[in-house]
C-alpha cells in the first residue's frame, strides 16, 4: 500500500497515560504490528472537553427524556461541553481525511455499543447505550468504518476491517481528484467482485444507488458519499465463507478456459476446503493468484479481491 490511510484512535489505545485513572490501556496490535501501515491520530474526548487526568469517572444517565454524560460525584452534567467537542472534532478529523476510528470498548465517551446507562437515582445500569462522543461521530459520519478495539483481536475481524478501511482509503484518494459519473462507475467496477464477496447483495445495492443518482441527476460528490456510507454500512457484518469462495469461483471462471481439467479441479478442491474450514483463505487465494499471473489475466479487479489489504500486517494466514 502506496498511501498510509491515518487511522483516528481512543488515545489511551495508543499508550496515552489519559484514563480517569492515569494509566494508557495499549493495544499492541495498533502501537506495534499495524503503526508501520497507518498514520494514527490519537483522540480522548474527555480530555478535549478539559478534563484533568487522573479524574472521577464518568458515565451515562437515562433521566427518563435523554442520555446525560455526568460525574456521578458532583453531578456535574457534562452532555453539552462533550457534543459541542465531539461535533467540533468530528469535522476536524474527517477533513483531515481519516479513513477509520478505533474506539475504546465500554467508555462513556469513546464505547460504539453495550456501554453501561444508569437510571437517574439507581445503581443499577442497562448494558446498551454508546459512547457520546462515539454516537455523534457515527451520526455525522456513517460512511467512516468504526470499530472498537477487542473486536480487533480477532484474526477474521481485523482483517474484515482493515480490508474496509483500504477500501474508503481507495475511494477518499480518488475523491480528491474530483468525483465525475466516469469515476464513480470505474471505483464500483475496480472493487465490485470485493464487494461480492464481503455482502452478498452490496454490489447490486450500490449499482442500484449509483443508477438512481444519476437519474435524479444528483451531484458526482453527493452520489459518491451515498455509495460510500451504503457500502460501509453492508460491509459492517462480518463476512462468511460462502461468499469468499463464491467470488474465487468467478476467478477461477475467468481462467478456466487456460487451465488444464486436472488445474482447474485441483483450484475447485482447494475452494471446496476453504468453504468446509479445512483450509485458510491464503491456500485457495495463492493458488488462482499463480495461475493469474502464469495466464497474464491479472486485473485490478482481481487484485482488489485477492489483496484486500497488504499481506505485511500479517493477518492473510489467520483467515
Ligand atoms: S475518553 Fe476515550 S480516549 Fe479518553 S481515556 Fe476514555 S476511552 Fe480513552
Request: with cysteine.
Amino acid at each position: 500500500m502506496e498511501h498510509k490511510p491515518k487511522l483516528a484512535v481512543s488515545a489511551c489505545l495508543l499508550g496515552e497515560k489519559v484514563r480517569y485513572n492515569g494509566e494508557a490501556s495499549e493495544f499492541r496490535a495498533l502501537t506495534q504490528k499495524w503503526n508501520g501501515h497507518f498514520e494514527m491520530m490519537g483522540v480522548c474526548p474527555e480530555v478535549g472537553i478539559g478534563m484533568a487526568t487522573p479524574r472521577p469517572t464518568i458515565r451515562l444517565v437515562n433521566n427518563g427524556k435523554s442520555i446525560r454524560l455526568v460525574n456521578p460525584k458532583n453531578g456535574d452534567d457534562l452532555t453539552s461541553p462533550m457534543l459541542e467537542y465531539a461535533q467540533l472534532q468530528a469535522d476536524v478529523l474527517v477533513e483531515s481525511g481519516i479513513c477509520g476510528f478505533v474506539f475504546k470498548k465500554d467508555s462513556a465517551s469513546c464505547g460504539l455499543e453495550r456501554v453501561k446507562v444508569y437510571r437517574e437515582g439507581h445503581t443499577h445500569a442497562t448494558h446498551d447505550g454508546m459512547g457520546m462522543f462515539a454516537k455523534i461521530f457515527t451520526t455525522l459520519y456513517p460512511h467512516i468504518p468504526v470499530i472498537e478495539e477487542d473486536q480487533l483481536t480477532d484474526a477474521r475481524q481485523a482483517e474484515h476491517y482493515l480490508a474496509r478501511v483500504h477500501f474508503f482509503s481507495l475511494w477518499y484518494q480518488e475523491g480528491l481528484n474530483g468525483w465525475t459519473p466516469k469515476a464513480i462507475m470505474e471505483f464500483h467496477n475496480v472493487n465490485k467482485l470485493f464487494l461480492l464477496s464481503r455482502s452478498a447483495n452490496a454490489k447490486r445495492r450500490l449499482e442500484r444507488l449509483i443508477a438512481q443518482g444519476f437519474d435524479n441527476d444528483d451531484r458526482p460528490e453527493t452520489v459518491a458519499l451515498a455509495y460510500m456510507t451504503e457500502a460501509q454500512q453492508s460491509l459492517k457484518v462480518l463476512t462468511k465463507s460462502g461468499p469468499i469462495a463464491h467470488a474465487m469461483e468467478r476467478v477461477l471462471g475467468k481462467l478456466s478456459s487456460n487451465l488444464s481439467k486436472n488445474e482447474r479441479q485441483e483450484v475447485l478442491d482447494t475452494i471446496n476446503d476453504f468453504r468446509q474450514g479445512l483450509l485458510p483463505r491464503s491456500a485457495p487465494l495463492t493458488l488462482l493468484q499463480h495461475h493469474l499471473r502464469r495466464c497474464h489475466i491479472d486485473t485490478p479487479i482481481h487484485q482488489r479481491f485477492l489483496s484486500p489489504i497488504p499481506q505485511s500486517l500479517g493477518l492473510m494466514a489467520r483467515v
